[in-house]
T-cell receptor, first 113, second 113 residues
Framework: GESVGLHLPTLSVQEGDNSIINCAYSNSASDYFIWYKQESGKGPQFIIDIRSNMDKRQGQRVTVLLNKTVKHLSLQIAATQPGDSAVYFCAEIPRTGGFKTIFGAGTRLFVKA | KAGVTQTPRYLIKTRGQQVTLSCSPISGHRSVSWYQQTPGQGLQFLFEYFSETQRNKGNFPGRFSGRQFSNSRSEMNVSTLELGDSALYLC????????????FGQGTRLTVV
């Protein structure tokens, strides 16, 4: 499969544990944030999003937290499973007329069975 | 509903040649964005097209260009290829309005030799 990033920050967790992936964004004018998951050989896949007027949003087994004061975004995955192993990217979309999405560097998540 | 389709999946070119990559967005999506993904630089935004007009542009040299057709299909062209252009090129389609997610294709793996 594709090698998404050979030198990415890596998080290794035991199956069943909770995972927390962090991201710092750069543009205070961004008002929409997305977490993407990229498995080997595939394009990024949408996981969950959050708008700047919220500080928390929950999905199925995932929660995104937004701290605008320190420009920090986190993704929490509950009861991590082997299928969660992938590279996770946070993305910010500045408040501009277009759809210029700025991606973070990515974090590789390894889930140990 | 068909997803985002990129062709070809794999391509090998020689330095100095040019290449054209194609992206067919999800039906009804008017925005197509292109990204370059390399292990060292992560996901870098190239440009975004909306209704046949380039709406956003990243920081890439003029050798990288694109266009969008009336049916929203988009092509990306790279002229005078360099070894450093070897990368996974991803296309994403969206409705193009603020706060809407982008759906990615599988990408085209370009290798320049």
């Amino acid at each position: 499969g594709e090698s998404v990033g050979l030198h990415l920050p890596t998080l290794s967790v035991q199956e069943g544990d909770n995972s927390i992936i962090n991201c710092a964004y750069s543009n205070s004018a961004s008002d929409y944030f997305i977490w993407y998951k990229q498995e080997s050989g595939k394009g990024p896949q949408f996981i969950i999003d959050i708008r700047s007027n919220m500080d928390k949003r929950q999905g199925q087994r995932v929660t995104v937290l937004l701290n605008k004061t320190v420009k920090h975004l986190s993704l929490q995955i509950a009861a991590t499973q082997p299928g969660d192993s992938a590279v996770y990217f946070c993305a910010e979309i500045p408040r501009t007329g277009g759809f210029k999405t700025i991606f973070g560097a990515g974090t590789r998540l390894f889930v140990k069975a | 509903k068909a997803g985002v389709t990129q062709t070809p999946r794999y391509l090998i070119k020689t330095r100095g040649q040019q290449v054209t990559l194609s992206c067919s967005p999800i039906s009804g999506h008017r925005s197509v964005s292109w990204y370059q993904q390399t292990p060292g630089q992560g996901l870098q935004f190239l440009f975004e097209y909306f209704s046949e007009t380039q709406r956003n542009k990243g920081n890439f040299p003029g050798r990288f260009s694109g266009r969008q057709f009336s049916n929203s299909r988009s092509e990306m062209n790279v002229s005078t290829l360099e070894l450093g252009d070897s990368a996974l090129y991803l296309c994403a389609s969206s409705l193009g309005t603020p706060g809407t997610e982008a759906f990615f294709g599988q990408g085209t793996r370009l290798t320049v030799v």
